[in-house]
């Protein structure tokens, strides 16, 4: 019900910044929260963080707060992913999500029922 896109994904030195996108299609309205996933070969997929329709509060994984940085524009229905002081350990495909069911702060894969394509990001050392 909700299409999502990311894009801004790419190869970026250690210690550099990067900004993704994510655009929202559909029945946006609907969605109570956005959040932002990573998964790297050989690993689970993890949560990055995610932000709330109602107040647009945010929430981090320990791994990415301080340095990941979540946005939205309501206007154009993108939510944004700023990505300061990248470390090689940041290398993933990352993913958009959204999510029509009610939580406090979905961190969970399955707590999303709308998923984007992903796009790659690639820290070198």
């Known amino acids: 019900q909700v299409q999502l896109v990311e894009s801004g994904g790419g190869l970026v030195q250690a210690g550099g910044s990067l900004r993704l996108s994510c655009a929202a299609s559909g029945r946006t309205a609907s969605s109570y929260a956005m959040g932002w996933f990573r998964q790297a070969p050989g690993k689970e997929r993890e949560f990055v963080g995610g932000?709330?329709?109602?107040?647009?509060?945010?929430y981090y994984a320990d791994s990415v707060k301080g340095r990941f940085t979540i946005s939205r524009d309501n206007a154009k229905n993108t939510v944004y992913l700023q990505m300061n002081s990248l470390k090689p350990e940041d290398t993933a495909v990352y993913y958009c999500?959204?999510?029509?069911?009610?939580?406090?702060?979905?961190?969970?894969?399955?707590?999303?029922?709308?998923w984007g394509q992903g796009t790659q990001v690639t820290v070198s050392s």
């Open positions: 932000i709330r329709w109602s107040g647009s509060s945010t």
């Open positions: 999500a959204a999510t029509t069911m009610l939580s406090l702060a979905p961190r969970r894969p399955y707590e999303y029922n709308s």
